[in-house]
């Protein structure tokens, strides 16, 4: 299976302020998506990444407070912008590997992220 | 829309006794069907899938699933619990159709006593 790193494992933030989260996988992967784990809580769905163009968003979740880039196959950045303490959460990127027809979804390490 | 439920908030049971943690789902088409767990301040492990053929599937750490069609469940199952299986527990779904990514129960804390 892929083997997905993030940056950083974890971070404290004013609020206000932004925090830019990478991903890096170690090989070629066809979806790339972010999650966000609330204390708590279960996995929500941010966006899907896509390569070359505009992220995916779901319900409840918009570019201007999330912007995700993803400039190739292996990387994706998910940015979180204007931080409240209620964007403290864990990020979670995750990917399908390509040419897997029954694909499985694998998942980073997470990014916990403390807004004071 | 697809939707997974976990019923259980926590599962306790004593090492060496079967476990099982349950999962029901809905989705428009077929289901793919999968189990993660998570340790303390760790990222998710994926455990097993269920995408077609045999409707009890085996997957790590000597857990397995059965896939039931009429009851749209995938319970989880595990002959003879350890201390060590104690984590939080995630079932997810995906339509098959839907191509998108996976859709994720509230999830349900194991705890396994000695």
């Known amino acids: 299976s892929a083997v997905i790193s993030q940056k950083p494992s974890r971070d404290i933030c004013q609020r206000g302020t932004s925090l830019t989260i990478q991903c890096q996988v170690d090989?070629?992967?066809?979806?790339m998506f972010w999650y966000r784990q609330q204390p708590g809580q279960s996995l929500t769905l941010i966006a899907t990444a896509n390569q070359g163009s505009e992220a995916t968003y779901e319900s409840g979740f918009v570019i201007d407070k999330f912007p995700i880039s993803r400039p190739n196959l292996t990387f994706s950045t998910l940015t979180v912008s204007n931080m409240s303490p209620e964007d403290s959460s864990i990020y979670l990127c995750?990917?399908?590997?390509?040419?897997?027809?029954?694909?499985?979804?694998?998942f980073g390490p997470g990014t916990r992220l403390l807004v004071l | 829309a697809q939707s997974v439920a976990q019923p259980e908030d926590q599962v306790n049971v004593a090492e060496g006794n079967p476990l099982t943690v349950k999962c029901t789902y809905s989705v428009s088409g077929n289901p793919y069907l999968f189990w993660y767990v998570q340790y303390p301040n760790r990222g998710l492990q994926f455990l097993l899938k269920y995408i077609t053929g045999d409707n009890l599937v085996k997957g790590s750490y000597g857990f397995e699933a059965e896939f039931n069609k009429s009851q749209t469940s995938f319970h989880l199952k595990k002959p003879s619990a350890l201390v060590s299986d104690s984590a939080l527990y995630f079932c997810a779904v995906r339509d098959s159709q839907a191509g998108t990514a996976l859709i994720f129960g509230k999830g349900t804390t194991l705890s396994v006593s000695s």
């Open positions: 090989s070629q992967v066809t979806m």
């Open positions: 995750s990917v399908v590997e390509v040419g897997l027809v029954r694909e499985t979804q694998y």
